[in-house]
């Protein structure tokens, strides 16, 4: 990877700074030579960039190795991020539950909280957000002066670039300044980083999954839950990639004319495939007494994907059939994505594909409508749900923007 030479000297040590901590990152310890082989930056300026970085304390040497040949008897000393120099903290809010997590610079969850319950109003959020993200510094002895940046991720389109959730259709917020409105409550001074919670699973994925990614060059996060979203990522194998778009292939139309969706418009693949749609269609089973194993396991509470899926491994044939449609058409769905944009691997998470009988339905329609044409051999990664992969991720976001400057 050789970085270009530009006239601008300050903006030339910047990129050459960014490029070596990311070097750092991705593959340390490592040795200052590997850098400057890697970059195809000089020697020298590799050895001044690493000095400065030791002193600011984000870098140390972790020990040597033998040299080459040529310089024997002379030892070369690893360098490698200092974990504990920065910290960064993810929030997801996703209405029906938010989730904090504080990690260090490596990604170690230093801690991690979740707050389960429907709140549809914003304001009310926002404020539980803001508590959770205080009670996870007080409980690690920090203050808001430890922390180097923040990510955030909720459903819905979002402005990365302003930080402003543009649209959640379900909930009807539109136009939140998450960014503005965070930092009023927050005394953090780093940067607030605001995304689609699917696009923060992505750069969660790109940074602690670097052995699940392997060599591909783009990959693909699908992620269903109460919607459906699916960003693509390119140029992972040269750098951290970038996420391109919020992916909304939930709003894809699959049925025209179909199913009314919470977006306005009719036929999406959302109305048919989310966590919603098929606890819907459950639910309405219930109510016409078609699933009484389901019936008896939901109680008074509400209807769960968990009580789903137990019915259909005890064979209701009701909730088999409303599982098996949601799985097809999105089976087809993930077809359309990889015949559209050809990723190397595409993960796939969602409470939906627990179950081994689900995932081998959706491959296997996947590949059938796959074109064979165009086929580039897209391998399938199945993501286990946690609940904390999405603040996670809002975490690594703010990570990956932290080493990008």
């Known amino acids: 990877m ?11 040590k910047a990129a050459n700074q960014a490029a070596i901590l990311k070097t750092i990152y991705h593959y340390g310890p490592i040795r200052r030579s590997e850098i400057a082989r890697r970059l195809e930056l000089t020697l020298p300026t590799i050895t001044t960039n690493v000095n ?5 304390g984000i870098v140390r040497e972790t020990g040597s190795v033998p040299s080459s040949a040529r310089f024997a008897g002379r030892k070369a000393h690893l360098v490698d991020i200092v974990p504990e120099s920065r910290h960064f903290v993810g929030v997801e809010i996703q209405g029906l539950r938010r989730a904090v997590c504080l990690l260090d610079y490596r990604g170690k969850v230093l801690y991690q909280k979740e707050h389960a319950g429907e709140e549809r109003e914003y304001e009310k959020n926002i404020a539980l957000a803001c508590g959770m993200v205080d009670e996870a510094l007080s409980a690690c002895g920090m203050g808001p002066e430890a922390v180097t940046g923040i990510g955030v991720c909720l459903p819905g389109l979002v402005d990365p670039q302003q930080g402003v959730l543009e649209v959640r259709p379900s909930y009807n917020w539109t136009h939140k300044n998450i960014r503005r409105d965070m930092a009023a409550r927050l ?4 940067p607030i980083h605001v995304e689609n919670n699917a696009c923060a699973r992505a750069y969660g994925a790109q940074l602690f999954r670097r052995e699940d990614l392997g060599d591909a060059q783009t990959f693909a996060y699908l992620f269903l839950n109460q919607g459906i ?7 992972t194998a040269i750098d951290f990639g970038s996420v391109v778009g919020a992916g909304e292939v939930g709003h894809m139309v699959m049925v025209p004319g179909g ?3 919470s977006c306005g418009n009719r036929g999406c693949l959302e109305a048919y495939a989310s966590d919603t749609a098929v606890l819907r269609s459950c639910a309405q089973a219930i109510e016409r ?7 008896r396991m939901r109680g008074e509470g509400p209807l769960s994907m968990v009580q ?6 005890a064979g209701e044939e009701t909730v088999e059939r409303i599982v098996e449609q949601a799985v097809h058409i999105l089976g087809v769905a993930v077809a359309n994505i990889n015949n559209f944009a050809c990723p190397s691997l595409m993960l796939i998470e969602g409470r939906l594909f627990s179950r081994p009988e689900n995932r081998e339905l959706l491959l296997e329609v996947a590949r059938r409508n796959l074109c064979g044409v165009i086929r580039t051999g897209t391998r399938f990664l199945f993501v286990e749900p946690d609940p904390f992969s999405g603040a996670t991720g ?7 923007k932290d080493l990008e400057t």
């Open 2 to 12: 050789q970085l270009e030479q530009g006239a601008n000297p300050a903006r030339v």
């Open 52 to 56: 400065s970085m030791m002193d600011w």
């Open 187 to 190: 005394g953090c001074r780093g």
């Open 229 to 235: 979203a699916c960003p693509l990522v390119l140029n």
């Open 259 to 261: 199913e009314p969706c």
């Open 289 to 295: 007494g078609e699933a009484p194993v389901l019936s």
């Open 308 to 313: 789903v899926l137990a019915a259909q491994a």
């Open 394 to 400: 809002a975490a690594a976001m703010a990570i990956c």
